[in-house]
């Protein structure tokens, strides 16, 4: 891996996307650095800072570098322009994992468009054997039981449970640990993945990744803060963090250092600061602790 080098095109916008870019650029340069990646980070007018200084959020200069990138990552995911991003890509489906240590991390695996069920199951059970070997269903059609079906049949010794909205949401509440990668239609997933952040405490512990087979991938938080703190150095960078752990082992496949990453994010949330600056410095003081090098493994990190 050490001979290989990646670019990441990084958006800030405005609001709190520039400082949470900034500290995260720092946490991605110490990662690299420890597990010997080359990560190019160019830095491109997005949002409001484009509009701005260019006129348009999307100048094409900004829209031809993160095409030709291996990666993009957010770190404003508010600005109505990541929705250009988006149509820019060819975006087939989504990630989204909640951090929560006490009653288990888990991961959502949706469709994104219209075609592409068949493609976001088969990811998810390649996600779900890497992990626990338990993959959760949640349907409201049987076509989409019916495809799940279909792929588990290629996959003897994966546990494939079919549950209801309501269901799913009840075990995660009532049984923490026992779901732990998600499948489900777009139109169920958000609902998901917004109970059980809420059951983890903030919106915070939720990282999103939107994903290609032909291109770069879209890696941001699920929220950030009210671009009214701006400024003050007092933006909650956690997720955007998780998003930069996310990026790491989804979209550039360096895995052992998406997992030092966050496991040195869950290290400084058990001695909580309140500014910026300190928990990002804590985060990188814990990353050396706490270095993961295996990489026989394929998995959203967890």
């Not at 348009?56 to 929705?83: C, K, M, N």
Request: proline content about 4%; overall charge negative.
């Amino acid at each position: 891996m050490s001979g290989r080098s990646w670019t990441v095109a990084c958006l800030a916008g405005d609001g709190v996307g520039p400082e949470l870019m900034a500290e995260s650029s720092r946490v991605l340069a110490e990662v690299g650095r420890l597990h010997s990646l080359r990560l190019d980070d160019v830095h491109l007018p997005f949002g409001g800072e484009a509009l701005t200084r260019f006129g348009h959020p999307l100048p094409q200069s900004t829209r031809e570098g993160y095409r030709a990138s291996d990666a993009i990552f957010v770190s404003a995911p508010d600005d109505p322009a990541i929705d250009g991003v988006k149509a820019d890509l060819d975006l087939a489906w989504r990630v989204s994992r909640v951090h929560n240590g006490v009653r288990g991390d888990l991961v959502v695996v949706e469709p994104t468009g219209s075609g592409t069920d068949e493609l976001a199951i088969a990811r998810a059970f390649e996600l779900a054997a890497a992990r626990r070997a338990r993959l959760t269903s949640v349907g409201s059609t049987p076509d989409w039981d019916d495809l799940v079906a279909a792929e588990a049949d290629h996959w003897g010794g994966l546990d494939v449970e079919y549950l209801s909205l309501g269901g799913v949401l009840t075990r995660f509440r009532d049984h923490p640990g026992t779901v732990d990668l998600v499948v489900a239609g777009s139109h169920l997933a958000g609902a998901i993945v917004d109970a059980a952040a809420h059951l983890a405490g903030s919106l915070h512990t939720v990282a999103g990744a939107w994903l290609s087979e032909t291109g770069p991938g879209l890696f941001a938080a699920h929220v950030v803060d009210a671009d009214e703190v701006a400024g003050f150095g007092v933006a909650d960078p956690a997720g955007t963090l998780l998003a930069a752990s996310l990026l790491l082992g989804e979209g550039l496949g360096a895995r052992s250092a998406a997992r030092t990453l966050e496991r040195a994010v869950e290290a400084a949330e058990k001695d909580p600061v309140f500014d910026t600056r300190s928990f990002t410095d804590a985060v990188i003081a814990r990353l050396s602790a706490v270095r993961t090098d295996t990489e026989h493994f394929q998995e959203v990190p967890q």
